[in-house]
C-alpha cells in the first residue's frame, strides 16, 4: 500500500512539474504584398496538448486539445452547410385573424397630486448619517495615505518592492527568434540608400546581443515598393506566471504598512 501511494505522490509531482515548467510558444506570423496577412500561432509543451491557430486571411481558428482536433476547414464547411437550414421562412400566403382594439378598465387608484414637494421619510435621516459617515471614513484614509507617503522609510520599502516586482515581469517573457524577409525601396534611390544605411546599422547592433536574429530585406530602387515576411516567437510558462505574483505577495511590507497606518490612525484620533 505504501508503495502504491509513493508512485501517486510521484506521478503528480511529476504532472505538477510539467505544468509549472512546461513552456508556452507564442509565434506570429505576417506578410505584406499588396495586402496584410497574419497568423497566430499558440503551442502549450507540445501541439498534442493544446495548439491554436487563427489565420486572419480565411478567418479560421483551428488547432487541438489532447490529440482532438477542431476548427479544420472541412468542419467549417459542413457547419456552414448545416446552418443554411437552420430557419425556415416564415408563411406569409396565411394571413392573420383581425385582432379587435381592447382598451383595458384602469383600476381607480388614489390620484395624488404632484405639488413639487419634497415628501420626507424616516429614512432620509439615516441615509445622511450614512453618507456623513462614509465621506469622514474616506477623508481619513486619505490623510493616512499621505501621512504614510510622507515617511520616507516606508515609501523606500514600497519603491524596493515595486522594482523587485518590476524585474519579475521583464521576466515573464522569453524571447525566441526575429525573422524578416522583404524587398522594399523608393523612387528616390538617395532615400532608399539611406534606410539600408540604418538597416545595416540595427543589424549590427542586434548581431553583438547574440540573440536568434535574422533580418534580410533587398533594396529596390527607382520605384516604391514593399513587401515582406516576418516571424516573432516567444516563450513563457506558468512558473514565470506566478514568480511576480509571489513576488508581490510575499515581498510586500506588511508589519510596516499596519504599524504606519495604526500610528496615523491614533495620530488624527488625537487631532
Sequence with gaps: MGTILLGVLIVLLLILLIALFGTFTFRLFLSYDKGFRGKVYLKWISSFFISLEYDTGEELVSGRILGK????KEDRGEAEED??????EPDTEKESAPVED???E???EDYVP?????????DEPIEKKEKKAKK??????KDNLIFMIRNKRWRDKILNWLKRVMRSLLRLIKFERLKVYGKAGFCDPVLTGKMFGYLVAVKS??????????INIEPVFMKDHIEFESEVGFKSSLWRVCVPLLTATFLFPYIS????WKKAGKKDLKS
Design 83 to 88: 446552418s443554411e437550414y437552420q430557419f425556415s
Design 205 to 214: 547592433a542586434m548581431a553583438l546581443e547574440k540573440r536568434s536574429y535574422q
Design 114 to 122: 404632484d405639488t413639487g414637494d419634497k415628501i420626507e421619510t424616516k
Design 106 to 108: 384602469r383600476p381607480q
Design 136 to 141: 469622514r471614513d474616506g477623508a481619513q484614509k
Design 69 to 72: 482536433r477542431f476548427g479544420a
Design 102 to 104: 381592447y382598451i383595458p
Design 257 to 260: 504598512t499596519y504599524r504606519l
